[in-house]
């Protein structure tokens, strides 16, 4: 079956109106006309390749990359020629079984799937077999004067019959249907393609299409988050993920991370018992890019990894472990030193969640009737019990507190059954930024949280969790937050909480103008350029 001739023709004029020079124009750095010569070039059933072109460009091309030109007459260079008389003239004096049509206008085609189509040509027999893509719609025509439904009964899509539109990635006839008026056969079989590789490049938002495909970077993330490290790592991996162009694999340990701290996620996630399992499906990954969210990497750990994956960069965020200095870059939004030339540090990279980004900074009123106290995913310290008790007390009947537990928290249920007539209790909810936005003052940690309220404006006092957050430099007295240090008294919080519900209205937008005064919303920006640009 493998000792048929097949060969593959690619017809590549010069002359193209409505993207000039489209057949040389470069594609992520190649020749669109490579695409389609290096697909032909890889098949392990095309026997012979011929470009036929009236272009000296292409003709160079076509050289340089070992393939025979074809020098087209030009009588066949005209607007009004078919594609059959072109593929006919290509086609004679040679010896041949089979042709493949390929159009040069088709970069996205995958060589697995042009020899799949070839191996079932060759099996099936047809005497044309056609690239088509399944695309079924609700459409119409005019006739009689009017319009008429080309449909019987209006349904969904997926409902609807089959829908085949030809694309240009491939045509494949025997010789004996080839003449200059046809390549259709009798026996005619179609070939479905993906929509990703059939796109066929007319127009500018085809180029630009096929180049974001073309370009994809496969992308992998190992994150870990729990009620000791923290949780933000894990809603920064699910924000970063949302940013490629391509569904990045999310590694997690699940002796550390429970998969329900990543919610109702889509994203492909995918649990490694231990860092053994995980360097074991790395042996044959080939990621463009590689993401750690892990804390602190140990040197050993990244010398693996760049072992396993040497063509891969290894970017880190929040990494202050002995293993940065062979990271291709760090991101440390929460620190300020930048002791690295790859390292990106201090606020301008924070990465803000998107539903943030629809929020404008709070209404200062005239007095506190709100506060919103939440802190984070975990909460080791149990910072929301302690505040409970607080605001329990009488004396705070007529101030609104808003109280929010993360996925890590771990006596939810016992604090959930505290909510009473001005506490209101939450766990795990959607949207944070509704509920920041209702309140005059927050409450809070120094991680992410404490971002968010700063984004919003909202005056608030912090409190670090443990020894690593009080490095974190942002969340400041200088920035505008009143922040208390690690484990402070519950007098402490009391009198701090006193003082803030006091302040008048000058008083919290002098603080806002501060918090306000750092852009926090074009990090996520910021990020990602870095990163495409290694």
């Known amino acids: 079956m493998n000792k048929q001739k097949i060969v593959a023709i690619i017809p590549a004029r010069g002359g193209s109106k409505g993207i000039p020079n489209k057949n040389i124009r470069l594609l992520n750095g190649k020749p669109l006309i490579y695409y389609s010569i290096r697909n032909a070039l890889e098949s392990q059933y095309i026997t012979d390749i011929i470009v036929s072109t009236d272009s000296p460009e292409i003709a160079v091309i076509t050289k340089q990359m070992g393939v025979l030109c074809k020098w087209r007459d030009q009588r066949l260079c005209g607007d009004m020629v078919t594609l059959d008389e072109v593929i006919c003239e290509a086609t004679q004096n040679i010896d041949y079984d089979y042709v493949v049509t390929m159009q040069p206008t088709s970069p996205t085609l995958k060589v697995i799937t042009l020899d799949k189509a070839i191996l079932h040509c060759l099996e099936k027999q047809p005497d044309t077999l056609i690239s088509v893509i399944n695309r079924p719609h609700l459409s119409w025509r005019r006739a009689q004067g009017g ?253 609104k507190f808003t109280v929010v537990l993360g996925r890590a928290k771990a006596n939810t249920e016992q604090l959930l059954s505290r909510s009473g007539d001005n506490i209101e209790i939450l766990y795990d909810v959607a949207n944070m930024p509704e509920l920041m936005s209702d309140c005059d003052i927050g409450i809070t940690s120094r991680g992410r949280t404490g971002y968010e309220l700063a984004l919003l404006g909202i005056p608030s006092i912090a409190m670090a969790q443990n020894k690593r957050e009080e490095k974190h430099g942002f969340v400041c007295n200088e920035n505008g937050f009143t922040y208390l240090g690690l484990n402070p008294s519950n007098n402490m919080i009391q009198a701090n909480l006193d003082i803030f519900l006091k302040l008048n209205a000058q008083e919290r937008k002098d603080i806002q103008e501060v918090l306000l005064s750092h852009n926090l919303r074009n990090g996520r920006k910021k990020v990602m ?3 495409n640009n290694l």
């Open 147 to 399: 319009l008429i439904p080309n449909y019987e009964k209006r349904l969904n899509r997926q409902e609807l019959p089959e829908n085949f539109l030809e694309t240009g990635a491939f045509l494949i006839a025997k010789k004996e249907t080839i003449d200059a008026g046809s390549r259709i056969g009798k026996q005619i079989d179609v070939y479905e393609i993906t929509e990703e590789e059939a796109v066929d490049i007319d127009t500018y938002a085809d180029l630009m299409y096929a180049e974001a495909i073309v370009a994809k970077k496969s992308v992998g993330i190992y994150v870990n988050g729990n009620n000791k490290r923290g949780v933000g790592h894990v809603y920064r991996a699910l924000e970063l993920a949302d940013e490629f162009y391509s569904k990045p694999d999310i590694y997690f340990d699940s002796n550390q991370t429970d998969i329900n701290i990543f919610g109702q996620t889509t994203h492909r996630l995918i649990p490694v018992d231990g860092i053994g399992e995980l360097f074991e499906l790395l042996k044959t990954k080939h990621y463009k890019y590689f993401i750690n969210d892990i804390l602190a990497t140990p040197i050993d750990y990244m010398i693996t990894l760049k072992k396993l994956m040497p063509e891969t960069k290894i970017i880190n965020f929040e990494d202050d472990g002995e293993g940065v200095i062979l990271a291709d870059l760090v991101f440390n939004a929460l620190y300020t030193s930048n002791d690295l030339k790859q390292m990106k540090a201090g606020e301008q990279y924070y990465i803000a969640p998107k539903l943030f980004m629809f929020y404008e900074p709070v209404k200062i009123r005239e007095k506190v009737e709100k506060v919103f106290i939440s802190f984070g995913g975990a909460d080791p310290q149990n910072y929301s019990d302690r505040l409970i008790d607080i605001i329990s007390a009488p004396q705070y009947k007529d101030i």
């Open 529 to 531: 350029g870095c990163i």
